[in-house]
């Protein structure tokens, strides 16, 4: 007890376990190790310039500008509404598209490890049974559904040691698939290789929550950043072990971004087994509680920005029991059962990379935004009280904002645009540009729409009191 209070407690190591648990992405393992042995440099690599002066950034912003909106409100507060609501529809819509992603990867493990050989319609029915199942247990309140995380947690943490261990173990006595020659750990600069390193860039995303947190700490000046850059070298040694696993098992020109994981397992113990057997079904939950955990932040910001009147109505609809954004929830369903139902008629012979993909340029342009909006607010504001503060003069600010801005834009592009125009490259990447494409083009119009239905109440509302 502290002055009749009840100490807070939410410790530096709860904050650092959270966010591991909760941002570590167990399916994006195979997509970065795809990259081959020279991902060892680039996660080294993006560990220093991006991650360390995103955390930082996100340390100042989220203690500064408290608030439920979190990345909505600091870009909202710098570039005014138009701009908050084409962040919340980005932010958002990469949900559903992930989800949609997942639909496909989850039955496609399903498929390998049962040996149930699904057709096209009961894949499609598994698929969407996952979307609605994922969709319902998302809208519950997080006290009823803190124990799905909870099993996700140990679930993702045994599926990465496991891995490693047993890559460990197969280097030692039966050798690498994949040549670790110092050469081959540099960076190789060809296309394919370097279109995931957006891959790694996701996988830092989404510590700026921890800031969130700031009410629960003792010290939150000293703790926030702390959790971030501690949660960050923690999420990339995870990753690091796992992938060494898979390039100890499977050659980079063999592995698949969808069954990755699942294949280095079978090579590593040498058949499909009980072992593998219960690994993929871990991983099967992992798919589906990874979403109902990330709906409770993404549904909350769709919910605030619709209450802000900057996304439609429909996105603010609540529970009138337990005021859960219930809109938000139905429409990522109804986004990610029409994607898994087109999905079949997408010319990419990898559908579940090509959805991964586009979720994951969404997700880069959201926080895209992020950095301008911190130097805009730095300057136009700066006499607000900032508990905590990137250190550095003028030069080191603007290379905190503008070195991860500038490989946030490189790995979009490589990621969304055919570079070389080869054959495969046009089939893989063409379906993905021409996804970001209309997904801005839809969410320019969703957010004009807001914004004009907005006005439109707003000089309704101010006649009716003039008239009385």
């Given at each position: 007890m502290e002055n009749g209070k009840p100490k807070k407690k939410f410790r530096l190591f709860d904050a650092v376990l959270m966010s591991v648990v909760v941002i570590m992405v167990v399916e994006s393992v195979a997509p970065a190790a795809a990259i081959g042995t020279s991902q060892f440099f680039w996660w080294i690599f993006l560990l220093i310039l991006f991650f360390v002066p995103y955390g930082l950034i996100s340390s100042e912003l989220g203690t500064t500008y408290v608030g439920e909106g979190g990345l909505y409100d600091w870009v909202k507060q710098a570039f005014g509404s138009r701009w908050g609501g084409r962040l919340a529809w980005v932010y958002w819509i990469n949900y559903p598209i992930w989800m949609a992603s997942l639909a496909v990867l989850f039955a496609q493990v399903a498929d390998t490890i049962f040996g149930i050989h699904m057709n096209l319609w009961v894949s499609m029915i598994v698929q969407l049974l996952f979307v609605w199942?994922?969709?319902?247990?998302?809208?519950?309140?997080?006290?009823?559904?803190?124990?799905?995380?909870?099993?996700?947690?140990?679930?993702?943490?045994?599926?990465?040691?496991?891995?490693?261990?047993?890559?460990?173990?197969?280097?030692?006595?039966?050798?690498?698939?994949?040549?670790?020659?110092?050469?081959?750990?540099?960076?190789?600069?060809?296309?394919?290789?370097?279109?995931?390193?957006?891959?790694?860039?996701?996988?830092?995303?989404?510590?700026?929550?921890?800031?969130?947190?700031?009410?629960?700490?003792?010290?939150?000046?000293?703790?926030?950043?702390?959790?971030?850059?501690?949660?960050?070298?923690?999420?990339?040694?995870?990753?690091?072990?796992?992938?060494?696993?898979?390039?100890?098992?499977?050659?980079?020109?063999?592995?698949?971004?969808?069954?990755?994981?699942?294949?280095?397992?079978?090579?590593?113990?040498?058949?499909?087994?009980?072992?593998?057997?219960?690994?993929?079904?871990?991983?099967?939950?992992?798919?589906?509680?990874?979403?109902?955990?990330?709906?409770?932040?993404?549904?909350?910001?769709?919910?605030?920005?619709?209450?802000?009147?900057?996304?439609?109505?429909?996105?603010?609809?609540?529970?009138?029991?337990?005021?859960?954004?219930?809109?938000t929830g139905y429409l990522n369903a109804v986004v990610a059962s029409i994607l898994v139902i087109v999905s079949p008629f997408i010319p990419n012979k990898d559908i579940f990379w090509a959805f991964f993909s586009l979720n994951v340029v969404a997700l880069l342009m959201s926080y895209m935004m992020m950095f301008p909006a911190f130097l805009k607010l730095r300057h136009s504001d700066p006499d607000r009280e900032r508990p905590f503060k990137v250190p550095g003069g003028p030069v080191m600010i603007q290379l905190m904002t503008w070195v991860p801005e500038i490989l946030l834009i490189a790995t979009v592009i490589m990621t969304a645009f055919p570079l070389n125009g080869s054959a495969e490259e046009m089939s893989s990447k063409m379906p993905i540009l021409i996804g970001t494409i209309i997904t801005l083009i839809i969410g320019e119009i969703v957010v004009r729409y807001a914004e004009h239905k907005n006005k439109v109440q707003s000089e309704h509302a101010n006649k009716k009191e003039s008239s009385l």
């Open positions: 199942v994922v969709v319902i247990l998302g809208n519950k309140p997080v006290s009823e559904s803190k124990w799905i995380m909870n099993l996700a947690a140990f679930a993702k943490i045994f599926t990465i040691a496991a891995l490693a261990v047993l890559g460990i173990y197969v280097a030692v006595t039966k050798g690498v698939a994949n040549s670790f020659a110092p050469k081959n750990l540099l960076p190789q600069m060809n296309i394919n290789g370097l279109s995931n390193l957006s891959v790694i860039i996701f996988n830092f995303l989404g510590f700026e929550v921890v800031a969130t947190m700031a009410d629960d700490m003792d010290n939150p000046k000293k703790q926030i950043p702390q959790a971030i850059v501690y949660g960050g070298i923690l999420i990339a040694f995870f990753y690091v072990i796992a992938a060494f696993g898979m390039s100890v098992a499977v050659p980079t020109d063999k592995l698949s971004a969808s069954s990755g994981l699942i294949d280095s397992f079978v090579l590593l113990v040498g058949h499909m087994n009980w072992f593998v057997v219960l690994v993929a079904i871990m991983f099967l939950y992992i798919l589906a509680s990874e979403m109902v955990s990330w709906a409770l932040g993404v549904n909350y910001v769709a919910d605030y920005a619709a209450k802000d009147h900057v996304l439609p109505n429909v996105f603010g609809i609540e529970d009138k029991k337990n005021k859960m954004p219930v809109g």
